[in-house]
């Protein structure tokens, strides 16, 4: 198999030690590289393969010297099969529409973002971000990305009201879920889980075989949740392997 060789050699950098948002009493360090605007597409398939996760025109992974609880893991979605609880997740948000629109960001998605952040990661290092950062978050890239949109039926005909928002980039091998964000009051629909059994039936819709979920943090509650989809591969010293 050919490999892609960037136009240009990619200069990796480390970030200086943090606390750690995800496990207390641990620090976290990153490197991270960015991407290039002519070759970004092929570069961020290629990084993303390798355990990689883009903010921006940045891809970065964990490099923390004491500790490997974060993993890289993707669903393989040819052996997927839907269980039956998350066939009910699925037709709990059966009313849902579902819009792929292009990455440009809207006052609405914004005003949702804002809403989802102070209930549910409240003094995070996001809540801070301005209109301007939103803004940079969806539409600085070089790569194929594109926004999901989920909407509440509307009585008029209209648009439904927003309550969900997937930005996700479309990998040569698989849908990259880059970030996701829900409206806090419709935690009864499970839309964090929603959002990637959507994902899951979008990606054998059209034959891609990979849903990759970013990094699972062993032993942080906000992660847990990606584990409970099975089959789960996990990125190791070995390459890819099924997750036990």
Not at 97 to 114: G, H, I, M, P, Y
Request: proline content about 7%; overall charge neutral.
């Amino acid at each position: 198999m050919t490999r892609f060789v960037p136009q240009r050699q990619l200069r990796f950098y480390m970030t200086s030690v943090a606390p750690c948002p995800y496990l207390p009493g641990q620090t976290e360090r990153k490197v991270f590289a960015n991407l290039p605007f002519s070759d970004g597409v092929h570069v961020n398939d290629e990084l993303t393969q390798a355990g990689f996760r883009r903010s921006q025109n940045i891809a970065y992974r964990p490099a923390c010297e004491s500790c490997d609880a974060c993993v890289s893991v993707r669903i393989p979605t040819g052996q997927f099969a839907f269980s039956r609880s998350q066939r009910r997740v699925l037709a709990r948000n059966g009313d849902l529409s579902r819009d792929l629109v292009e990455a440009e960001a809207t006052t609405e998605q914004f005003d949702l973002l804002r809403r989802y952040l102070a209930a549910r990661h409240p003094g995070g290092g996001m809540t801070g971000m301005g209109w301007l950062d939103y803004v940079a978050m969806v539409e600085d890239t070089a790569v194929r990305t594109h926004l999901i949109e989920y909407r509440l039926p509307s009585p008029d005909g209209g648009p439904g009201d927003l309550v969900g928002v997937c930005l996700t980039d479309l990998l040569s091998d698989g849908l990259s879920m880059v970030y996701s964000f829900f409206d806090p009051d419709q935690e009864a629909r499970s839309p964090g889980r929603f959002a990637i059994l959507d994902h899951v039936r979008q990606a054998q819709a059209v034959g891609l075989p990979y849903v990759y979920l970013g990094y699972w943090v062993r032993g942080s509650e906000k992660m847990d949740y990606k584990a409970g989809f099975r089959p789960l591969e996990q990125l190791t010293r070995l390459g890819w392997r099924a997750l036990p």
